[in-house]
C-alpha cells in the first residue's frame, strides 16, 4: 500500500513539472509574438506609408463655340423658329404658345428680347437676330402644349436651344482640337496634382483669335474653385498664340472670333 502511495506521488510531481514547463514555454512564445508585434507597430510609425499624389483626369471637355454653333448666314434668313430647333422638337409641339429670343452676355439672360406667338418669327425679332454678330450666344425659349406619351392628354412643356453664331469658316488650331485639349491636359497636370473631384467646379475661359491669328482678350468667366488651376490655363492659352489660323465669313474675309475653353467638371 505504501508503495502504491509513493509511486502516486513521484507520478504526480512528474506532471506537474511537466505542465509547468509546457506553461513557461508558451508564455515565452506569448512574449516573443508580442515583442515581434510591437517593433514592426514602431517600424511601421517610423516610416509612413507613401501617400500617391492624384491628378484630376478628366479635365478639358471642349474647345469651340460657347453654345451650339449655327452659321450667322443662316440666322439672317432665318423666317421661323425651324432655324433653331430640330426636327424631333418641332414635331412635339401641338399648339404654340410664345417664342422668346433672348441675349446671353456671360452667365446671365439680358434684358434684351423680343416676343413672338407663332412658328414665324415677327418683324421685331427678324430686327433682332439680323443685328446680332458674330460670337453672339442667345436662346430661343419656345412655351408649347405637347400630347404625353403615356397619358395622350396635351400637357404644358418648353425648350430652350442655347446658340452661338459662327463664321463660315471658325477659327483653327493648326494641329487641330485635339491636340490642343491634350496640350492644355498635359501641361495643367501639376496645377491639378490633389484636385478633389467633388470641389471642382465647371469652368470657362474666353479669348478671342484675331484677323492675323493672335490671341486676345483672355478672361475667365467661371472658376474652376482652385485659382492655381485657373491662372495656369490663362498662361497655356496665351502660350498657343500665333498657332491659329484665323476665321472667315461667307465672303472669305478674315474676321475675329471668340472662343471657350470649357475644364473642371462638365456644365452649361
Not at 469651340?64 to 430647333?85: E, L, Q, Y
Not at 399648339?95 to 434684351?112: A, C
Not at 477659327?171 to 496634382?193: P, Q
Not at 467633388?198 to 468667366?221: C, H, M, Q, R, W
Request: hydrophobic residues 35%; glycine residues 4%.
Amino acid at each position: 500500500m505504501k508503495n502504491k502511495i509513493l509511486f502516486f506521488c513521484i507520478a504526480l510531481t512528474i506532471l506537474s513539472l511537466t505542465a509547468f514547463s509546457f506553461m513557461k514555454q508558451k508564455n515565452q512564445e506569448t512574449d516573443q509574438l508580442k515583442i515581434v508585434a510591437n517593433e514592426n507597430i514602431a517600424i511601421k510609425k517610423q516610416v509612413p506609408e507613401k501617400v500617391e499624389k492624384k491628378t484630376f483626369t478628366d479635365f478639358i471637355y471642349d474647345v469651340g463655340p460657347r453654345f451650339r454653333a449655327i452659321k450667322k448666314r443662316d440666322v439672317d434668313n432665318a423666317i421661323s423658329i425651324a432655324a433653331f430647333f430640330d426636327e424631333k422638337q418641332l414635331q412635339s409641339i401641338v399648339s404654340l404658345k410664345s417664342v422668346n429670343i433672348i441675349i446671353i452676355e456671360g452667365k446671365k439672360r439680358t434684358d434684351t428680347k423680343t416676343t413672338g406667338h407663332s412658328n414665324r418669327l415677327t418683324a421685331a425679332q427678324l430686327k433682332l437676330i439680323q443685328s446680332f454678330d458674330y460670337s453672339t450666344n442667345f436662346l430661343i425659349r419656345a412655351e408649347y402644349q405637347q400630347i404625353n406619351k403615356e397619358t395622350g392628354e396635351l400637357e404644358d412643356s418648353y425648350s430652350t436651344p442655347h446658340l452661338t453664331i459662327i463664321p463660315e469658316k471658325q477659327a483653327e488650331y493648326i494641329n487641330g482640337k485635339d491636340t490642343l485639349k491634350k496640350f492644355l491636359k498635359e501641361n495643367s497636370k501639376k496645377s491639378r496634382t490633389n484636385v478633389d473631384a467633388e470641389e471642382l467646379k465647371p469652368a470657362k475661359l474666353y479669348f478671342t483669335i484675331t484677323k492675323n491669328g493672335s490671341i486676345e482678350n483672355v478672361k475667365l468667366d467661371r472658376s474652376s474653385g482652385y485659382p492655381l488651376v485657373d491662372e495656369k490655363m490663362i498662361e497655356l492659352i496665351n502660350n498657343t498664340s500665333g498657332k491659329w489660323k484665323p476665321a472667315e465669313n461667307y465672303k472669305g474675309e478674315k474676321i475675329e472670333q471668340e472662343l471657350v475653353v470649357s475644364f473642371g467638371l462638365m456644365g452649361c
